[in-house]
């Protein structure tokens, strides 16, 4: 790397991090080691000195292979992606692949088949037993069994993925709503099931995953757009106000953005105004107070976001708001179970 420097690299590493929020620097820990390591090979490098580093992001899939298929439902659709550290080098052979997808229907240099974006689903719903690479989906499928919960769960956050990579925007509110109950919502009532709660408590649970997620949106909204040209902003609210997506690059709120933003606020506070039985209607006292934190979060970061700018800076809340909101949430579920207001009921769970 010039004259006087040497360029150390590895991709070991295999930490799953936020692409949104991650720290792009290397950690002196993985900087030591990669030195020893090169000093024992050219003993002369433990005498020099650490100039800087960068840490990068590999695209991976859940079994490490890439997926390149078309994407059923949108005509002309077709994904390839998800090649870790090594799409650069296969490139050539994907290339010739693709082409003959789009013109032929079907690749005929290589097999594609193993490399089919239905491939998670199948094995989750166990269509598909196997291939090794899928061992995290068959464990997922042996757990759902195990614990008699639907892998409806797993398929909606699969319907979520595939709605990411074809549907940037957002129509309305009640389009919005219907992604989070694909791409929230399912997570919540996974947990509900897997501690034997009752499904009469998916309302609940739905509204304060949606408010989360919405939440969530709006801290990223500039940086969804930049970066990943995604606007989960309802667009029929900003077509109300005037604006088109380019509003979300300016360096501050326009009027009409702060307006459309503080309408989002007001559905979340609904939500969470639906969501607030939750920890009372909730047998396990973990998870009540669980439920009990994360509620509390979300209203105090609701309060933020209305008094913060997220395109002038990013709108978070700090260690204080963590400590204070976990000792109020786990203190309120206590007190309530202390004087007898948690609901004693029977679960109703799902089967695979």
Same mark, same amino acid.
């Given at each position: 790397?010039?004259?006087?420097? %040497?360029?150390?690299?590895?991709?070991?590493?295999?930490? $799953?991090?936020?692409?949104?929020?991650?720290?792009?620097?290397?950690?002196?820990?993985?900087?030591?080691?990669?030195?020893?390591?090169?000093?024992?090979?050219?003993?002369?490098?433990?005498?020099?000195?650490?100039? %800087?580093?960068?840490?990068?992001?590999?695209?991976? %899939?859940?079994?490490?292979?890439?997926?390149?298929?078309?994407?059923?439902?949108?005509?002309?659709?077709?994904?390839?992606? +998800?090649?870790?550290?090594?799409?650069?080098?296969? /490139?050539?052979?994907?290339?010739?692949?693709? &082409?003959?997808?789009?013109?032929?229907?079907?690749?005929?240099?290589?097999?594609?088949?193993?490399?089919?974006?239905?491939?998670?689903? $199948? &094995?989750?719903?166990?269509?598909?037993?196997?291939?090794?690479?899928?061992?995290?989906?068959?464990?997922?499928?042996? /757990? =759902? %069994?195990?614990?008699?919960?639907?892998? *409806?769960?797993?398929?909606?956050?699969?319907?979520?993925?595939?709605?990411?990579?074809?549907?940037?925007?957002t129509d309305d509110w009640a389009d919005l709503m219907g992604y989070c109950d694909v791409s929230a919502n399912p997570v919540g009532r996974y947990l509900l099931d897997l501690h034997g709660e009752a499904v009469s408590d998916y309302p609940a649970s739905d509204a304060l995953c949606s408010a989360l997620q919405v939440l969530n949106h709006l801290q990223d909204c500039q940086?969804?757009?930049? /970066?990943?040209?995604?606007?989960?902003?309802?667009?029929?609210?900003? @077509? @109300?106000?005037?604006? +088109?997506?380019?509003?979300?690059?300016?360096?501050?709120?326009?009027?009409?953005?702060? *307006?459309?933003?503080?309408?989002?606020?007001?559905?979340? $506070?609904?939500?969470?105004? $639906?969501?607030?039985?939750?920890?009372?209607?909730?047998?396990?006292?973990?998870?009540?107070?669980?439920?009990?934190?994360?509620?509390?979060?979300?209203?105090?970061?609701?309060?933020? =976001?209305?008094?913060?700018?997220?395109?002038?800076?990013?709108?978070?809340?700090?260690?204080?708001?963590?400590?204070?909101?976990?000792?109020?949430?786990? +203190?309120?579920?206590?007190? *309530?179970?202390?004087?007898?207001?948690?609901? /004693?009921? *029977?679960?109703?769970?799902?089967?695979?």
């Amino acid at each position: 790397e010039g004259a006087d420097l %040497t360029l150390v690299g590895n991709g070991n590493v295999e930490n $799953e991090v936020d692409p949104d929020d991650y720290n792009p620097k290397p950690t002196m820990d993985y900087v030591e080691d990669i030195w020893m390591r090169l000093a024992r090979r050219i003993p002369a490098v433990a005498d020099g000195e650490f100039f %800087t580093g960068y840490a990068g992001l590999y695209t991976s %899939t859940p079994d490490m292979h890439p997926v390149v298929d078309k994407v059923d439902g949108v005509e002309g659709l077709y994904v390839c992606t +998800g090649f870790s550290g090594h799409g650069f080098k296969l /490139s050539p052979a994907v290339g010739i692949c693709m &082409a003959e997808m789009v013109l032929d229907g079907a690749a005929r240099t290589v097999d594609l088949t193993p490399l089919r974006l239905s491939r998670f689903a $199948e &094995a989750v719903t166990g269509a598909e037993t196997g291939d090794p690479a899928l061992g995290t989906a068959h464990r997922l499928r042996a /757990s =759902l %069994t195990e614990t008699h919960v639907t892998a *409806q769960h797993c398929l909606d956050l699969i319907a979520a993925f595939k709605r990411d990579a074809t549907t940037p925007r957002t129509d309305d509110w009640a389009d919005l709503m219907g992604y989070c109950d694909v791409s929230a919502n399912p997570v919540g009532r996974y947990l509900l099931d897997l501690h034997g709660e009752a499904v009469s408590d998916y309302p609940a649970s739905d509204a304060l995953c949606s408010a989360l997620q919405v939440l969530n949106h709006l801290q990223d909204c500039q940086d969804d757009y930049r /970066s990943l040209d995604r606007v989960y902003l309802p667009g029929d609210w900003l @077509a @109300a106000a005037g604006l +088109g997506v380019e509003a979300l690059d300016a360096a501050r709120c326009a009027p009409g953005l702060r *307006q459309v933003l503080d309408r989002c606020l007001d559905g979340v $506070e609904d939500l969470l105004v $639906e969501a607030r039985g939750l920890p009372g209607r909730l047998r396990n006292p973990r998870l009540a107070m669980e439920s009990a934190v994360i509620l509390r979060l979300a209203e105090r970061l609701t309060l933020r =976001l209305r008094r913060g700018d997220p395109l002038a800076a990013r709108v978070a809340l700090g260690r204080l708001d963590f400590l204070l909101c976990g000792l109020g949430g786990v +203190g309120g579920v206590l007190l *309530q179970r202390a004087l007898g207001g948690n609901r /004693s009921r *029977q679960p109703a769970r799902q089967g695979p």
